[in-house]
């Protein structure tokens, strides 16, 4: 069983930075790839970025390529979400999501996190 928990959305302006963090616990988070994706009010949910499970590949979505950086520290259990020149078309609540085979790029994805807010305004 893997619990993720995720912290650092909040409120920037258009142009402004974030970090996500999403935080798992359990002692096999190095055997699964990892994902953020977002929804917005009114829209499906979307993937967002991906990581392998030893962080050597990373996938981004059109959207946000360039913009946003996928990392992951597997000793501290831990995968972050580093948004940049964020747009108000980025604001929408924030999920990570684990996977425990295939490429973390779709799911299905075995655990979710509760999800964080991410506001920008322009």
């Known amino acids: 069983q893997v619990q993720l928990v995720e912290s650092g959305g909040g409120l920037v302006q258009a142009g402004g930075s974030l970090r996500l963090s999403c935080a798992a616990s359990?002692?096999?988070?190095?055997?699964?790839?990892m994902a953020w994706l977002r929804q917005a009010p009114g829209k499906e949910r979307e993937f967002v970025a991906a990581?392998?499970?030893?962080?050597?590949?990373?996938y981004y979505a059109d959207s946000v390529k360039g913009r946003f950086t996928i990392s992951r520290d597997n000793a501290k259990n831990t995968v972050y979400l580093q948004m940049n020149s964020l747009k108000p078309e980025d604001t929408a609540v924030y999920y990570c999501?684990?996977?425990?085979?295939?490429?973390?790029?779709?799911?299905?994805?075995?655990?979710w996190g509760q999800g964080t807010q991410v506001t920008v305004s322009s």
């Open positions: 999501a684990a996977k425990g085979y295939g490429i973390a790029t779709a799911g299905p994805y075995d655990y």
């Open positions: 359990g002692r096999t988070f190095s055997s699964y790839g």
């Open positions: 990581i392998s499970r030893g962080g050597g590949a990373t």
